[in-house]
């Protein structure tokens, strides 16, 4: 059977995995980017993005990994963007441009229905307005043998872990401390 995977999540030394206030100018929130720099810095980072360059050696190897061999994602609303209440109409499609990176069927947790957005690379965007059990049964049934990865963000992740539905989880620990922001494992039993 397939697993549920967290995989390369990003969070810092006092354990939060974005900054407070994000926006279209922040997506992570303020600070949230040095979440990131040991993942900016890979070639597999830079190759994601159509570039040269970029680092080998641990980092890369983790990065690679973080996104190899699954079969759908599930997201929350926020890493799909900063629109917040209704969709005031379809022509936000992500973060990422026309090619994101998931190149699999990817579930958006929303409270708000839209109609799916097909992505260049194979990515497809569904908007599940029924709760993190209802998009994980789709993402299951979508990926088949392979596995299903909880992009994030941290709300999203917080909620799979408190379910008890999340079977492996790799943090990468980036040497920053933000002070504020959304907090990993808050309101989590984590002995349990």
Avoid: C
Avoid at 35 to 56: A, N, P, Q, V
Avoid at 89 to 105: E, L, R, V
Avoid at 126 to 149: M, Y
């Amino acid at each position: 059977m397939s697993k549920v995977i967290v995989s390369g999540f990003s969070i810092s030394i006092d354990g939060y995995g974005a900054g407070p206030d994000q926006s279209l100018e922040n997506p992570l929130g303020k600070g949230g980017e040095t979440l990131h720099t040991w993942m900016i810095e890979t070639s597999m980072f830079h190759e994601m993005l159509g570039k040269d360059g970029g680092s080998r050696g641990v980092d890369n190897d983790y990065a690679t990994r973080s996104m190899e061999g699954f079969g759908a994602f599930i997201l929350g609303r926020n890493m799909f963007g900063p629109i917040r209440g209704d969709w005031p109409d379809d022509s936000w499609k992500g973060w990422w441009g026309d090619n994101p990176p998931y190149h699999a069927p990817t579930f958006i947790l929303t409270k708000y229905p839209r109609d799916p957005v097909e992505m260049e690379g194979g990515t497809v965007f569904h908007f599940v307005t029924e709760g993190i059990a209802a998009a994980l049964e789709r993402a299951r049934a979508s990926a088949g043998d392979r596995n299903v990865k909880i992009g994030g963000g941290v709300s999203t992740v917080r909620q799979y872990l408190q379910a008890g539905l999340v079977d492996e989880i790799h943090l990468a620990i980036s040497p920053v401390v933000l002070g504020r922001g959304e907090a990993l494992f808050a309101g989590i039993d984590l002995r349990r």
